[in-house]
């Protein structure tokens, strides 16, 4: 058996191990349900965020001191390793979470799996406690325990993946059922790599006055996630289903197609947001066209026409084209922002002009209503009806959502990730009159090409505004490059590594003039 100072040591490792896992295994389970449960998403994040596991690594090193034969270094040693534990407490450390880990009953059950995987490994330790000759492997059992936690997780992940399967089909097959036996429903499948939430939410305002309609609720676009909402909510008396479909892979919108089975669809836009995915830009085309594959012959579908790659690559299924350009079926023009909003015109293919009053602000939002409007009119609607249900559209959570704060005026646009919106977001503050203040983390998620994007962010920047505050010195060196290449005044671009002291900053600020702070994206917590 170990001596006592040995035992001691090991009883005291052990309950800041029980402590340790705990934190670690909270920390990735919410980086894993971050990237999707998907193992070669993790497996990228966590080779990108190495260095966040220095103390584990240390931790692993130490485990395999229970082969040093001298016994004074070993006792060195295993303090060590007692000690690493901590750092690896402190670096798993509660904090500020934007989306905190949802404890799904999926999370519930790889919590349950990777416990029974870890107390494996402790029942080793306990066993070779018992063993003269292996004593010291207790020591190690009881690091690998904690060093690999990341592993247990994808193991958990792995073990469960038939149960998960079963439950996924489960839910799928029953939901299946109920749409089946609501054969009137009329689903409109909305996607895009930005815009749908927007698109949705418009529509559903305008729509619901009009008839009764479901609608997939927040940013609910995956699988499980339309799943629930037609579970959950879908009566006899719906006539229309609105649902939003997301994609981050080739094949993910033919699945959801495959489940809800669209007679309707809406592409609002084609771009570079999760190009780091994706893979590349034909493939995000490929993936957004599944939905225009899915279709009927029949059925209707609406694209974006002021969208460039749209206008190159334009769909095979016959569409309806809505925007600003003069060859849009629905065309919005005579676009005037003012202090309580947007004014527009909106001309119909049988050529009427209805008049437009709405809160949003953003050349962009207009578009998107414009689309709205004629999925509306296409279930029968009569354009000039939607005027009052315009102007009670309000702004999406975090995308162009308008707030005063004193003398500040807080254009919070965080949920925005993609260049087109970036910039369309930027122009709008432009036409603003005030001290106009960018504050943004820079975009993420667009592969090969994020540096140079981030670029052309900081230039478009550069002429936009008159401050512009950067958060995280590292994740923004692209934005600010392309500032500096603008010309823009140094005296004016500022970096700080959090929000909080930027937005310190930001108040500070002394100036007669109304201040203007568009918050331009906000990275997730796996970021």
């Not at 005037?336 to 009427?352: E, R, Y």
């Not at 102007?391 to 707030?403: F, G, L, T, Y």
Request: glycine fraction near 6%.
């Amino acid at each position: 058996m170990l001596s006592p100072v040995l035992q001691l040591l090991y009883g005291a490792t052990v309950i800041a191990s029980i402590y340790c896992i705990f934190k670690s295994l909270i920390y990735n389970m919410h980086m894993f349900q971050l990237e999707g449960y998907r193992f070669s998403s993790f497996t990228g994040w966590f080779f990108k965020h190495i260095k966040h596991y220095v103390p584990e690594a240390v931790t692993l090193v130490l485990s395999f001191t229970a082969f040093v034969k001298n016994k004074k270094i070993f006792v060195l040693c295993a303090v060590l390793l007692f000690i690493s534990l901590f750092f690896v407490i402190v670096n798993n450390r509660g904090r500020d979470e934007k989306k905190p880990l949802v404890y799904t009953p999926r999370v519930k059950r790889m919590y349950v799996t990777a416990i029974i995987l870890i107390c494996a490994v402790f029942g080793a330790s306990v066993y070779f406690l018992t063993t003269d000759a292996q004593k010291y492997l207790a020591f190690m059992c009881i690091g690998l325990m904690n060093a690999l936690v990341p592993l247990w997780v994808v193991l958990a992940n792995l073990i469960n993946k038939p149960v998960e399967k079963g439950v996924n089909r489960h839910y799928t097959n029953e939901a299946k059922r109920m749409l089946a036996a609501c054969p009137d429903l009329q689903t409109i499948g909305i996607t895009g790599s930005y815009g749908k939430t927007s698109v949705k939410f418009y529509l559903y305002t305008i729509l619901r006055a009009w008839t009764d309609t479901l609608v997939t609720p927040a940013s609910f676009n995956t699988p499980m996630g339309i799943v629930k909402t037609v579970r959950g909510s879908l009566s006899a008396i719906h006539k229309i289903f609105l649902c939003e479909m997301g994609a981050k892979w080739v094949g993910d919108i033919k699945e959801l197609c495959d489940i809800v089975h669209p007679k309707h669809g809406i592409i609002t836009a084609l771009g570079e947001q999760h190009l780091e995915s994706f893979g590349s830009q034909e493939n995000i085309i490929k993936t957004k066209y599944e939905l225009a594959d899915a279709l009927p012959p029949e059925g209707r579908l609406y694209v974006n026409w002021d969208n460039d790659l749209i206008r190159q690559y334009p769909p095979k299924h016959k569409f309806i084209k809505y925007g600003t350009r003069e060859d849009c079926d629905y065309r919005a023009f005579n676009i005037v922002s003012h202090s309580k909003g947007t004014s527009f015109s909106v001309k119909a293919p049988d050529g009427t002009v209805t008049d437009f009053d709405t809160k949003l602000l953003g050349e962009h939002n207009i578009v998107n209503i414009t689309g709205a409007i004629a999925a509306a009119n296409g279930f029968g609607m009569p354009v000039e009806k939607m005027r009052l249900y315009v102007r009670r559209i309000e702004a999406v959570e975090h995308r162009m959502q308008i707030s005063e704060k004193g003398a500040v005026t807080i254009i919070d646009d965080a949920f925005n990730s993609n260049p087109a919106g970036c910039r369309a977001a930027l122009h709008t503050l432009k036409n603003m009159d005030g001290l106009r203040i960018l504050v943004t983390p820079g975009m993420v998620e667009l592969g090969a090409k994020e540096d140079e994007l981030n670029e052309d962010f900081g230039k478009t920047a550069a002429a936009c505004c008159d401050e512009i505050v950067l958060i995280g010195e590292k994740q923004t060196a692209a934005i600010a490059r392309g500032v500096k290449k603008a010309g823009f005044d140094e005296k004016h671009l500022h970096v700080f590594e959090s929000f909080k002291d930027g937005m310190n900053f930001v108040y500070g600020i002394r100036t007669e003039r109304k201040k203007l702070v568009l918050l331009e994206n906000d990275l997730p917590d796996n970021y």
